[in-house]
């Protein structure tokens, strides 16, 4: 009751201060009272949240105390993401509308080509950051999620648990809801020591989930949409609402606001899993920065036969409200790497083997798929073709093919690094 008073006297003596406003504003929030005492407040709203210090949204005006909440989230999920010098770079770079120009630019049949690259490379990278090698039927099925992340349809509980089922093929993983029971994330080591990240507990999920759902449903409209698509992937494995399947759907996630922002157009995606397969360290680094301090507020006991005793020590606003400034640097920073050294690189080399194929395929009569091995390993070892390769195909292709294939191959870098 002193602190309440306490609260009272202090909003009555500077009635319209900002920190007092925002002050009482949360407090009424967070304790679902009405602060007591006649006192009138006056100026022009003021934000939560200093946008020249941190990413903010438009926000919601509450006329009471001239508050405008602008957080990234509401007062039961929010993330925080600080104005680095890093993200105001990644940002002013407008990622999503280079990468648009880039595929309208393309002839049609590139354009395919470079969408069915992206779509089997995002699969397989995004797999073999789980250290895992898909089969094909795995690889066809999360395609195949992966086209739905244009499908202009609501996220919410029952379609996740849709793309989870789809996302694994272990039966007894099969989700039919959020998670009820606690899980855990374990490395090598053994007993407690091994553990490496603990979820929060399922009572939690229902309102952690509405946050991140709104991450991906609802601001990639109002804000960058890659700030956005980062906050809801990794929000979600944070959240970790499956007992399988989480890090597939949170790079799932990362697509979806995107797509659903209706910055990319044409089936187009950018191929981050291919980006984040080759910054592993740096994943690990972002994941790390909420998962490792979250590890400690448990204590752990393994209690033997991989059974433990898990108690958390800390606070539900730890799991609520999250400094997100490293996952966001690490998802711009993907997106980057995506256009320019995954996309465009990749297009580029197609263009090259094109024009390479077609110049020998013009001059010589030699089976399709030796040229287009031959030209493929060509463009890869700067128009070289090793005495193996050549010694591979020696029954099927001449010698002057092959000097051939490497002339070739020689004009058309030669073309493309005379421009400027």
Same mark, same amino acid.
Request: net charge negative; aromatic share 10%.
């Given at each position: 009751?002193?602190?309440?008073?306490?609260?009272?006297?202090?909003?009555?003596?500077?009635?319209?201060?900002?920190?007092?406003?925002?002050l009482?504003?949360?407090w009424?929030?967070?304790?679902?009272?009405?602060?007591?005492?006649?006192?009138?407040?006056?100026?022009p709203?003021?934000?939560?949240?200093?946008?020249?210090?941190?990413?903010?949204?438009?926000?919601?005006?509450?006329?009471?105390?001239?508050v405008?909440f602008?957080?990234?989230?509401?007062?039961n999920y929010?993330?925080?993401?600080?104005?680095?010098?890093?993200?105001?770079?990644?940002?002013?770079?407008?990622?999503?509308?280079?990468?648009?120009?880039?595929?309208?630019?393309?002839?049609?049949?590139?354009?395919?080509?470079?969408?069915?690259?992206?779509?089997?490379?995002?699969?397989?990278?995004?797999f073999?950051?789980?250290?895992?090698?898909?089969?094909?039927?795995?690889?066809?099925?999360?395609?195949?999620?992966?086209?739905?992340?244009?499908t202009? $349809? /609501?996220? #919410?509980?029952?379609?996740?648990?849709?793309? =989870?089922?789809?996302?694994?093929? %272990?039966?007894? !993983?099969?989700?039919?809801?959020?998670?009820?029971?606690?899980n855990?994330?374990?490395?090598?080591?053994?007993?407690?020591?091994?553990?490496?990240?603990?979820?929060?507990?399922?009572?939690?999920?229902?309102?952690?989930?509405?946050?991140?759902?709104?991450?991906?449903?609802?601001?990639?409209?109002?804000?960058?949409?890659?700030?956005?698509?980062?906050?809801?992937?990794?929000?979600?494995v944070?959240?970790?609402?499956?007992?399988?399947?989480?890090?597939?759907?949170?790079?799932?996630?990362?697509?979806?606001?995107?797509?659903q922002?209706?910055?990319?157009?044409?089936?187009?995606?950018?191929?981050?899993?291919?980006?984040?397969?080759?910054?592993?360290?740096?994943?690990?680094?972002?994941?790390?920065?909420?998962?490792?301090?979250?590890? $400690? /507020?448990? #204590?752990?006991?393994?209690?033997?036969?991989? =059974?433990?005793?898990?108690?958390? %020590?800390?606070? !539900?606003?730890?799991?609520?409200?999250?400094?997100?400034?490293?996952?966001?640097?690490?998802?711009?920073?993907?997106?980057h790497?995506?256009?320019?050294?995954?996309?465009?690189?990749?297009?580029?080399?197609?263009?090259?083997?094109d024009?390479?194929?077609?110049l020998?395929?013009?001059?010589?009569?030699?089976?399709?798929?030796?040229?287009?091995?031959?030209?493929?390993?060509?463009?890869?070892?700067?128009?070289i073709?090793?005495?193996?390769?050549?010694?591979?195909?020696?029954?099927?292709?001449?010698?002057?093919?092959?000097?051939?294939?490497?002339?070739?191959?020689?004009?058309?870098?030669?073309?493309?690094?005379?421009?400027?």
């Open positions: 009751m002193l602190h309440f008073v306490l609260e009272s006297k202090i909003v009555k003596a500077t009635p319209s201060s900002r920190y007092v406003r925002v009482g504003f949360l009424e929030a967070f304790n679902e009272q009405t602060l007591e005492g006649d006192f009138v407040i006056s100026g709203t003021v934000d939560v949240f200093d946008s020249s210090r941190y990413l903010t949204a438009p926000g919601e005006r509450n006329a009471r105390w001239r405008n602008n957080g990234l989230g509401n007062l929010c993330a925080t993401v600080e104005r680095t010098a890093e993200i105001e770079t990644l940002l002013g770079l407008q990622i999503l509308e280079r990468a648009q120009t880039f595929i309208d630019s393309l002839a049609d049949h590139a354009t395919d080509r470079a969408l069915a690259w992206v779509y089997l490379h995002e699969t397989e990278s995004s073999a950051i789980e250290r895992e090698s898909p089969t094909q039927g795995k690889a066809e099925a999360f395609v195949t999620l992966l086209k739905q992340a244009h202009p $349809r /609501q996220m #919410d509980e029952d379609y996740l648990v849709e793309l =989870q089922n789809a996302a694994i093929t %272990n039966p007894f !993983d099969l989700a039919a809801s959020f998670r009820f029971q606690q855990w994330l374990r490395g090598p080591l053994r007993g407690a020591a091994g553990i490496t990240y603990i979820p929060p507990p399922p009572q939690l999920l229902q309102t952690l989930m509405k946050g991140v759902l709104s991450f991906a449903n609802d601001l990639p409209r109002i804000i960058d949409p890659l700030v956005a698509a980062s906050l809801a992937s990794f929000g979600f944070f959240a970790h609402p499956f007992m399988d399947g989480n890090g597939r759907l949170s790079r799932f996630l990362f697509h979806y606001a995107l797509c922002s209706g910055q990319l157009a044409h089936g187009l995606l950018l191929p981050v899993s291919v980006a984040m397969k080759r910054n592993e360290s740096g994943y690990l680094k972002a994941l790390h920065s909420y998962s490792l301090p979250m590890r $400690r /507020q448990w #204590d752990v006991r393994w209690v033997g036969d991989e =059974q433990y005793d898990l108690r958390f %020590n800390g606070d !539900d606003s730890l799991y609520r409200y999250w400094d997100a400034t490293e996952a966001v640097t690490f998802g711009l920073s993907m997106a790497q995506a256009l320019e050294q995954d996309l465009s690189e990749e297009t580029k080399f197609l263009d090259r083997f024009r390479a194929y077609q020998v395929n013009e001059q010589f009569d030699v089976r399709g798929n030796d040229l287009t091995t031959l030209t493929l390993s060509c463009l890869q070892h700067d128009a073709l090793s005495k193996n390769r050549r010694k591979q195909f020696s029954l099927t292709v001449p010698e002057n093919v092959f000097d051939a294939i490497e002339k070739a191959c020689q004009s058309v870098l030669d073309a493309d690094r005379a421009q400027p």
